[in-house]
Nanobody, 116 residues
Framework: QVRLVESGGGLVQPGGSLNLSCVAS????????LCWYRQALGKQRAVIAC???????NYAESVKDRFTISRDSAKNTLYLQMSRMKPEDTAAYYC??????????WGKGILVSVSS
């Protein structure tokens, strides 16, 4: 059983930066990919960034060149560095881990609000 806990959310002004962390505990072996999702009010949850154990990253167009996903395997921590933030980045952000056997795990989410 993998437990994921996000932190680092909060309020930021447009154009500002915020860094999210996701600490994993439990069986972190056999990972296929680690991702960040977000869900804005009234919208569906959508993937925004993923990273493989080998370090290959993928981003949604909406966050490309502004957000950076990274991972510290030794600390079992997934990161999301967010810069040049926009009001439309306001959402609940979720950490997701997918294992090779297809089982996936979710954090409870953390709120990010971009507003002046």
């Amino acid at each position: 059983q993998v437990r994921l806990v996000e932190s680092g959310g909060g309020l930021v002004q447009p154009g500002g930066s915020l860094n999210l962390s996701c600490v994993a505990s439990g069986g972190m072996s056999g990972i296929r990919r680690l991702c960040w999702y977000r869900q804005a009010l009234g919208k569906q949850r959508a993937v925004i960034a993923c990273i493989t154990p080998g370090g290959v990253t993928n981003y949604a167009e909406s966050v490309k060149d502004r957000f950076t996903i990274s991972r510290d395997s030794a600390k079992n921590t997934l990161y999301l560095q967010m810069s040049r933030m926009k009001p439309e980045d306001t959402a609940a952000y979720y950490c997701n881990v997918v294992r090779i056997d297809g089982i996936d795990y979710w954090g409870k989410g953390i709120l990010v609000s971009v507003s002046s």
